[in-house]
């Protein structure tokens, strides 16, 4: 998917949505799951509570990637391109796993890296949260339904000098699906108010789930570090039908945006729904495509259409302006 990035550096001013003071660390968890892993619904209960707790503080992304990930026959496959590169680099030992701000924590490493055990993930969100961070951020995104992409504004801003020796530091920016039903071991003993309708016994309706880096596997390099400055990034996503035959429901996405110190080493982080302007009226197809039905562009059924809106009726496309 073709990305387009736009990096502006403003000076401070009234207009800036960043806050400019000094702040403290925000968390991201990012937490290794599987399909197949028993314990993992203990995680994910585990992080839920955590971010509930703290839920302007605390973000979770989770990474379905190793063997506890693979599906078996007929099950569906939340693999991403970007998982097996994340937990190569955290030392882990087992699962279910997760690291805190990819902060090295000596006496609750799992294999002698970032990789912890989900009972140590509170102890160490809560040290995260008590240290400052040198950088803050702000985010926003917003479907546009005419051309199907999702635009991500992002601003940055340095409260604090980075120390030396000076590692670069990357923006990342990651979109994750929520209500994404499918299999999971130990979903009746460790998390069963997951459990929903559907084709698995039991059927679990998975959380927070990476479906893609829109920065790439490791962000974006970011050269601006002056303190004091107001620094813009723009992005732009295309939404696909599917990721690994997965549908990518738009209405269920969030958008996590943190920046890192090297590939590790999260210095904040933070998290934003995604925003649907007055155009974007639809609703998936229910039912066979027949030319009494109004469509957008995408094949998907127009309960109204309003101005500047491309839709098509009759096997006609038309334009209404």
């Known amino acids: 998917m073709k990305n387009l990035i736009l990096l502006l550096l403003l000076p401070f001013s009234i207009l800036a949505q960043v806050n400019t003071s000094p702040q403290n660390k925000k968390v991201l968890l990012e937490e290794f799951t599987g399909i197949h892993c028993g314990y993992c619904p203990d995680g994910h209960l585990l992080a839920q509570n955590l971010h509930d707790a703290y839920p302007d503080d605390v973000f979770l992304i989770n990474i379905h990637t190793g063997g506890y990930a693979s599906p078996g026959q007929g099950e569906p496959d939340f693999r991403t391109n970007w998982g097996s590169g994340i937990v190569s680099q955290t030392d882990i030992a087992g699962y279910p796993a997760g690291t805190i701000n990819r902060y090295f924590y000596q006496f609750m490493t799992q294999g002698g890296g970032t990789a912890m055990s989900r009972g140590d993930w509170q102890d160490a969100a809560t040290d995260q949260m008590s240290m400052l961070s040198p950088v803050n951020i702000w985010a926003q995104a917003n479907y546009n339904s005419l051309t199907n992409e999702i635009d991500i504004d992002v601003e940055y801003y340095y409260t604090a000098a980075q120390a030396f020796p000076l590692y670069e530091n990357y923006l990342n920016v990651a979109i994750v699906q929520n ?143």
């Open 179 to 321: 209500d994404i039903p499918g299999p999971q071991s130990g979903a009746n003993q460790f998390n069963p108010d997951q459990i929903i309708p559907g084709p698995w016994s039991p059927t679990y309706n998975h959380q927070h789930m990476l479906r893609d880096l829109v920065t790439g596997q490791w962000g974006e390099p970011i050269q601006a570090l002056d303190t004091g400055v107001v620094n813009n990034i723009s992005f732009s996503w295309q939404v696909p039908a599917d990721i690994n035959d997965i549908f990518v429901d738009v209405y269920a996405l969030d958008v996590v945006v943190f920046m890192t110190e090297s590939y590790q080493n999260v210095f904040t982080a933070t998290q934003v729904p995604v925003e649907f302007g007055s155009n974007t009226f639809v609703k998936e197809i229910t039912s066979v495509l027949d030319n009494n039905t109004t469509y957008d562009i995408f094949g998907r059924e127009v309960e109204r259409v309003n101005k500047n809106t491309i839709y098509i009726k009759n096997n006609k496309k038309f334009i209404k302006f």
